[in-house]
T-cell receptor, first 111, second 115 residues
């Protein structure tokens, strides 16, 4: 199956700074890449997603970029706020419609 | 977003018994449901993918006979942990998707403790 790697595993930033999380995938057939945010004790929630026919997508302070050739995609959070603190997971999905998740990044925004 | 309900949220069972976990899509038809296992401070490990009316596809290393998955309708999938052992204690979470390669919505998860 697909192998998704995610870095870094932990990330601390000062409030107002930007945070970047990177993921790579192995299956060139993967064509859907969602990002989920999981707050402590809660279920993962989709925050943004991108499809393979798009290179970049932005939603307010959150953006995702995709490089199909290199098989990597990144999450960018600008003007971070304490409520952005959570665990973020990237995922890749392809023809089998199976979602494979990265190992997660624990983001801490320091006020 | 769509709602996925998972039940029970917490269960304690004795070693050797079986436990069934239900995952329901409340307001949409879930053609595909996924079952994950999550260890503390770790990622979601895909256990199996189930499509309504067909056998589940298990990931490598996941025992089919131990983790029985049934997806009998477009709104319900069940995971049965058979002959549970303490090492099966974990957080199990399901997700459901209505269409291929679209957002998957998560249930609230089930904390299983085997004593």
């Amino acid at each position: 199956g697909e192998n998704v790697e995610q870095h870094p595993s932990t990330l601390s930033v000062q409030e107002g700074d930007s945070a970047v999380i990177k993921c790579t995938y192995s299956d060139s057939a993967s064509n859907y890449f969602p990002w989920y945010k999981q707050e402590l004790g809660k279920r993962p929630q989709l925050i943004i997603d991108i499809r393979s026919n798009v290179g970049e997508k932005k939603d307010q302070r959150i953006a995702v970029t995709l490089n199909k050739t290199a098989k990597h995609f990144s999450l960018h959070i600008t003007e971070t706020q304490p409520e952005d603190s959570a665990v973020y997971f990237c995922a890749a999905s392809g023809t089998g419609n199976q979602f494979y998740f990265g190992t997660g990044t624990s983001l801490t925004v320091i006020p | 977003g769509a709602v996925v309900s998972q039940h029970p949220s917490r269960v304690i069972c004795k070693s050797g018994t079986s436990v069934k976990i239900e995952c329901r899509s409340l307001d949409f038809q879930a053609t595909t449901m996924f079952w994950y296992r999550q260890f503390p401070k770790q990622s979601l490990m895909l256990m199996a993918t189930s499509n309504e009316g067909s056998k589940a596809t298990y990931e490598q290393g996941v025992e089919k006979d131990k983790f029985l998955i049934n997806h009998a309708s477009l709104t319900l999938s069940t995971l049965t942990v058979t002959s549970a052992h303490p090492e099966d204690s974990s957080f199990y979470i399901c997700s459901a998707s209505g269409q291929v390669n679209t957002e998957a919505f998560f249930g609230q998860g089930t904390r299983l403790t085997v004593v």
